[in-house]
Nanobody, 126 residues
């Protein structure tokens, strides 16, 4: 079964940190760019960050620049999103997606990517 599985979400206080993981099952991530997206209640899904297949190129939404860092370990078939200085407005379900860099680098929340994960909840609250 080909799928992406996110993990690492949870409840954290403002200013805290979380690290999300996106692991592939049934296929290798080596040839895919990976993007992180999020959807808050009542809002459209938005792009957060993405990384090319080699890891040499990244892109971030303005709202998370300087706070979030995307990385990948192809040996572990996993992509990470380190989230620091979290704010209440970061609360959302976070999804990862795999696809070609030419599509993902735009961080379009409604993009037609090859694979999507099921999401992990991140809640930032005191």
């Amino acid at each position: 079964q080909l799928q992406l599985v996110e993990s690492g979400g949870g409840l954290v206080q403002p200013g805290g940190s979380l690290r999300l993981s996106c692991a592939a099952s049934g296929f290798t991530l080596d040839y895919y760019a990976i993007g992180w997206f999020r959807q808050a209640p009542g809002k459209e899904r938005e792009g957060v960050s993405c990384i090319s297949s080699s890891g040499g190129s990244t892109n971030y939404a303005d709202s998370v620049k300087g706070r979030f860092t995307i990385s990948r370990d192809n040996a572990k078939n996993t992509v990470y999103l380190q989230m620091n200085s979290l704010k209440p407005e970061d609360t959302a379900i976070y999804y990862c997606a795999a696809g070609p860099w030419l599509l993902l680098f735009r961080l379009e929340g409604q993009g037609e990517y090859d694979y999507w994960g099921q999401g992990t909840q991140v809640t930032v609250s005191s």
